[in-house]
């Protein structure tokens, strides 16, 4: 434990890679808990251990891997086999029309959690990742009574109905959340740690339970969007980087890479 917070400390990290960190060090933590309430050590620790400890909640728990490899390397417990690392998601391009269907029965689907909903919306439409959707908080929706926008750039996008009303109806639910306390109060979506939102890697296993896989339908929706608009635009309104949108217009083979400068305001 100590080994991995040093390491930790050693260089600064971005958030992506802080997140990583704290879920290994928390998961390294909880599985010596776990496999002390079996009655064992890490010395003692057996394969049967680690494929029950595995199979109880595999996404959860995959990133106790580094801390158990670390821990087998060093001889501080038996060489044991560890369960493969699963792609949770097909890697294949998702289709246009297979994105448009997701979306659609995500806008439709009442009998689907309101915010597994909302956020799949944002990420098929929005072209966002899941990983900046949960840094929204509710001051970044807006509404004046016939138009929502969401603050994801510069001026702030606004939707479309009925994701309009789907993102209205969520921001108005979110208020009777158990766990919204009023440290979180300002998280859109607020998680079960007071003054934290909710955690990335938990909103996308909701999605994939919905059947929205978070990655290809962020670049499935963000390659139709640089077809459309010229890249520097799209960048801009989705907050993304010039050049994440340049090279999306690249991989979609997008007719704006080709199209010629000057003044396209004049017929």
């Not at 909880?30 to 029950?52: K, M, S």
């Not at 479309?160 to 919204?180: K, W």
Request: overall charge positive.
């Amino acid at each position: 434990m100590r080994r991995l917070r040093a390491a930790a400390e050693k260089r600064p990290l971005g958030r992506s890679q802080t997140h990583q960190a704290k879920q290994e060090t928390t998961q390294a933590g909880a599985f010596l808990v776990w496999l002390a309430d079996r009655g064992r050590t890490i010395e003692h620790c057996r394969q049967a251990d680690l494929d029950a400890w595995h199979t109880e909640k595999t996404a959860t728990r995959r990133p106790t891997q580094t801390f158990l490899r670390w821990c087998m390397k060093t001889g501080r417990m038996p060489s044991l086999a560890l369960p493969p690392q699963v792609i949770t998601q097909d890697q294949a391009p998702l289709h246009q029309h297979r994105r448009l269907a997701i979306l659609r029965r995500v806008l439709n689907d009442g009998s689907l959690p309101p915010r597994s909903r909302t956020v799949a919306a944002l990420v098929l439409l929005c072209a966002q990742p899941v990983s900046r959707i949960v840094r929204l908080t509710i001051d970044d929706i807006t509404a004046d009574g016939t138009t929502v926008a969401v603050r994801l750039g510069d001026p702030p996008s606004p939707l479309p109905e009925p994701v309009a009303g789907l993102i209205r109806a969520y921001v108005h639910s979110r208020q009777h959340l158990p766990y919204a306390s009023s440290r979180s109060a300002r998280w859109l979506f607020p998680g079960r740690q007071p003054g934290q939102p909710m955690n990335p890697g938990s909103l996308q296993a909701h999605l994939r339970e919905i059947g929205a896989p978070p990655q290809r339908g962020r670049a499935s929706a963000i390659r139709q969007l640089v077809l459309q608009a010229p890249a520097p635009v799209i960048a801009k309104a989705l907050g993304y980087h010039d050049k994440t949108a340049t090279r999306m217009v690249t991989e979609a083979s997008g007719i704006w890479s080709r199209y010629a400068p000057g003044d396209h305001g004049r017929a």
